[in-house]
C-alpha cells in the first residue's frame, strides 16, 4: 500500500493518524504563513492597549465613575481604529488560506466523511468531523505557542 492510499483508508488506526498528519501539516504551514505576513509584536501591543482600555472602561462603569467614563468614550474610536486593525491583518492568511482550505476539507470529507477514524478505547467511536476539529485545534495551539502566534484574544 503506498502511503497516501495508507493515508487516506478510511478505517482506523490509518485514518486516525492520517487526520493528525494532515491536520498537523495544514496548521504547521498556516501558522507559519501568520508568522511570516502578521507583525506579531505590533498585535500584542495593540492587544494590550485594547485590553488594558477594556478593563478601564469596566471598572469605570462598575464604579459608576461619570468622568473617567467620558474620558475614556474619547478614546474609544482610537480603541475601535486599532481593532480594525487587527481584524485587517489577521484576516491576510484567512485571505491566502480560506478556499485551499475548504477544498482539502471538501476532499476529506467526502474520504472520510461518514466513517468513524478514531476509537478511545472502552469508550467511544469519534466521526471524521469531530476527529479533524481535534486535531486541527491541538495542532494549532501547539504551532502558535512554538512559533510566537498570537491565538485570537489569547497569548
Do not use: H
Not at 79 to 87: G, S, V
Not at 105 to 130: E, H, K, R
Not at 135 to 147: G, V
Amino acid at each position: 500500500m503506498f502511503p497516501i492510499e495508507w493515508i487516506l483508508d478510511p478505517n482506523p488506526p490509518n485514518s486516525t493518524i492520517g487526520l493528525m498528519l494532515i491536520s498537523m501539516i495544514l496548521m504547521f504551514v498556516s501558522t507559519l504563513a501568520n508568522r511570516l505576513l502578521v507583525d506579531q509584536k505590533k498585535m500584542r501591543e495593540w492587544r494590550t492597549e485594547i485590553n488594558e482600555w477594556n478593563t478601564k472602561f469596566r471598572e469605570a462603569l462598575k464604579k459608576k465613575d461619570s468622568k473617567l467614563i467620558e474620558k475614556l468614550k474619547k478614546q474609544q474610536p482610537r480603541i475601535l481604529q486599532l481593532q480594525a486593525k487587527m481584524f485587517k491583518q489577521s484576516m491576510k492568511v484567512t485571505a491566502i488560506f480560506f478556499v485551499p482550505f475548504m477544498l482539502i476539507f471538501i476532499f476529506l470529507s467526502g474520504n472520510y466523511g461518514t466513517y468513524n477514524v478514531a476509537q478511545i478505547p472502552g469508550l467511544f467511536p469519534i466521526p471524521f468531523y469531530y476527529w479533524y476539529l481535534i486535531c486541527t485545534t491541538f495542532f494549532n495551539i501547539i504551532f502558535s505557542r512554538l512559533l510566537g502566534v498570537s491565538l485570537g484574544g489569547m497569548d
